[in-house]
T-cell receptor, first 114, second 112 residues
Framework: KAGVTQTPRYLIKTRGQQVTLSCSPISGHRSVSWYQQTPGQGLQFLFEYFSETQRNKGNFPGRFSGRQFSNSRSEMNVSTLELGDSALYLC?????????????FGSGTQLSVL | SQQGEEDPQALSIQEGENATMNCSYKTSINNLQWYRQNSGRGLVHLILIRSNEREKHSGRLRVTLDTSKKSSSLLITASRAADTASYFCATETGGGYNKLIFGAGTRLAVHP
């Protein structure tokens, strides 16, 4: 089985722009979650989607949004980029997002905001 | 905000030695998981221990959980250079939906 695929691998944007990141989960996985990783704050949960519905959300401003399509692929969007949004954005998938499920992570998208 | 603290922050050992990493957390948990991350890449799941378990083994990995002390440890025996990575503990506190709270991680360097 192919793993979790994230595109693009690297992105450079300027403040005020918006960005869309893409994630294709492992075939058969219906839960997709997103995490932000920075040197200062570490790994932080952004949100989780299952069957095109957001079921859980972390403590991030409304500039961070996401969606999931009927084929379980997911996108996240960050609007009005700020310097502090520079981070590695990781997508993870699992079968259904149930308690104790193993997460499979993609290699991430490294976003740099200038 | 991070649930857990890990120590040490960095660990440097020789091949063949054992590596022990510790994780403490603040609230009651359903389970605790350990992940490995090679430099700037995605995380790889290593092992999961449920709140009603005290010890678990997987290959060269041994995980313990002490819910009374809200702490866990990961032991890697007979370390190899390929074990060089950052190791994170992650807690799941309830409800599933893949909301894991990660510790700050331990950077392990294994020298040949």
């Amino acid at each position: 089985k192919a793993g979790v695929t994230q595109t693009p691998r690297y992105l450079i944007k300027t403040r005020g722009q918006q960005v869309t990141l893409s994630c294709s989960p492992i075939s058969g996985h219906r839960s997709v979650s997103w995490y932000q990783q920075t040197p200062g704050q570490g790994l932080q949960f952004l949100f989780e989607y299952f069957s095109e519905t957001q079921r859980n959300k972390g403590n991030f401003p409304g500039r961070f949004s996401g969606r999931q399509f009927s084929n379980s692929r997911s996108e996240m969007n960050v609007s009005t980029l700020e310097l502090g949004d520079s981070a590695l954005y990781l997508c993870a998938s699992s079968l259904a997002g149930g308690t104790g499920e193993k997460l499979f992570f993609g290699s991430g998208t490294q976003l740099s905001v200038l | 905000s991070q649930q857990g603290e890990e120590d040490p922050q960095a660990l440097s050992i020789q091949e063949g030695e054992n590596a022990t990493m510790n994780c403490s957390y603040k609230t009651s948990i359903n389970n605790l998981q350990w992940y490995r991350q090679n430099s700037g890449r995605g995380l790889v799941h290593l092992i999961l221990i449920r709140s009603n378990e005290r010890e678990k083994h997987s290959g060269r990995l041994r995980v313990t959980l002490d819910t009374s002390k809200k702490s866990s440890s990961l032991l890697i025996t007979a370390s190899r250079a390929a074990d060089t990575a950052s190791y994170f503990c992650a807690t799941e506190t309830g409800g599933g939906y893949n909301k894991l709270i990660f510790g700050a991680g331990t950077r392990l360097a294994v020298h040949p």
